[in-house]
T-cell receptor, first 112, second 113 residues
Framework: SQTIHQWPATLVQPVGSPLSLECTVEGTSNPNLYWYRQAAGRGLQLLFYSVGIGQISSEVPQNLSASRPQDRQFILSSKKLLLSDSGFYLC???????????FGEGSWLTVV | AQSVTQPDIHITVSEGASLELRCNYSYGATPYLFWYVQSPGQGLQLLLKYFSGDTLVQGIKGFEAEFKRSQSSFNLRKPSVHWSDAAEYFCAVGVAGGFKTIFGAGTRLFVKA
């Protein structure tokens, strides 16, 4: 069966510091991968998605970037965090076009 | 542009009462529709999905949803709510021709004894 893991689960970082959140999927190949951010009362905002290694699409201009160095690995990064980057980040995957999206456990980021 | 609207930010129901959470979408073609549930501090769990066929779909935990094309709606229902159903519920639409799933803002369900 397929599983998705993301880490760290909780992170407290000072303003201006770098960020790296990692996500891996097991039990499938060539998944579509996603990073969402969740803010209270605003639902899930799609940040990035990737349909293959090295292919990244950005949905919202921001202080973050994403990379996909391997087929089942998706990384969310920032060179310098802002207070506004605080939130709950969710990695997700689908097996293809229009299919069910499955989520990781989420990562709480607090920028102080 | 595609969008999903959940008009109720929060709903409170008594345990044992029936529940209906509303969802409306805006999309030009037949959508893929989903309902997810999220407990505090956790990821989202799929409750049910509609791709095609029977417009009344059954999901886990006793939930069901009905797709009504004429109303662009996909409302979630449960005949008898349990205290453990208290959570946040998200309606979502999968966009054909792309790879994106768009989510509503969510409805938080409170269950009172």
């Amino acid at each position: 069966s397929q599983t998705i893991h993301q880490w760290p689960a909780t992170l407290v970082q000072p303003v201006g510091s770098p960020l790296s959140l990692e996500c891996t999927v097991e039990g499938t190949s060539n998944p579509n991968l996603y990073w969402y951010r969740q803010a209270a009362g605003r639902g899930l905002q799609l940040l990035f998605y990737s349909v293959g290694i090295g292919q990244i699409s950005s949905e919202v201009p921001q202080n973050l970037s994403a990379s996909r160095p391997q087929d089942r690995q998706f990384i969310l990064s920032s060179k310098k965090l802002l207070l506004s980057d605080s939130g709950f980040y969710l990695c997700a995957w689908t097996s293809g076009y229009g299919n069910t999206i499955y989520f990781g456990e989420g990562s709480w980021l607090t920028v102080v | 542009a595609q969008s999903v609207t959940q008009p109720d930010i929060h709903i409170t129901v008594s345990e044992g009462a029936s529940l209906e959470l509303r969802c409306n979408y805006s999309y030009g073609a037949t959508p893929y529709l989903f309902w997810y549930v999220q407990s505090p501090g956790q990821g989202l769990q799929l409750l049910l999905k509609y791709f095609s066929g029977d417009t009344l779909v059954q999901g886990i935990k006793g939930f069901e949803a009905e797709f009504k094309r004429s109303q662009s709606s996909f409302n979630l229902r449960k005949p008898s709510v349990h205290w453990s159903d208290a959570a946040e519920y998200f309606c979502a639409v999968g966009v054909a021709g792309g790879f994106k799933t768009i989510f509503g803002a969510g409805t938080r369900l409170f269950v009172k004894a």
